[in-house]
């Protein structure tokens, strides 16, 4: 499986809960229709601030989903290397200098919240920016 997809399967199977997911029928203005990577359930919505927040407050480590590629891959106990970053920078079609990390790590947590959102996760307008 792509890291993407095991960024959008790993946030969707926390989902699992009640509290975690939006109501089934509750579709996101900003819902799109799945793709390859998705696993929501159809129609509904996965929120993923909420999903994790709750890991992050369950982590040992102080980690920033919300500004972090690297954190955000952390806290779903990913491989958040150089390597596997410039895998999923090539996954999502980056064309900046994959050696420029801090520049290509903003550009992909602001690609992967993208990609969130068109496979059904509802995703803070601001991250999305």
């Known amino acids: ?8 399967s790993s946030i969707f199977h926390h989902a699992s809960s009640p509290a975690s997911a939006a109501p089934a029928g509750a579709p996101s203005p900003q819902s799109k229709p799945a793709t390859r990577a998705s696993t929501a359930p159809t129609g509904a919505t996965v929120d993923v601030a909420v999903i994790m927040d709750k890991l992050a407050s369950q982590s040992k480590e102080k980690l920033d989903w919300r500004r972090s590629i690297v954190d955000m891959m952390k806290l779903l ?11 999923l920078a090539e996954e999502l079609h980056y064309s900046g200098n994959m050696n420029d990390s801090a520049a290509m790590n903003v550009w992909l947590h602001k690609q992967v919240m993208v990609k969130l959102a068109e496979n059904g996760g509802k995703v803070p307008n601001e991250l999305k920016a």
């Open 1 to 8: 499986m792509s890291i993407l997809g095991n960024i959008v």
């Open 77 to 87: 106990n990913l491989d958040s290397s150089m390597s596997a970053r410039k895998h």
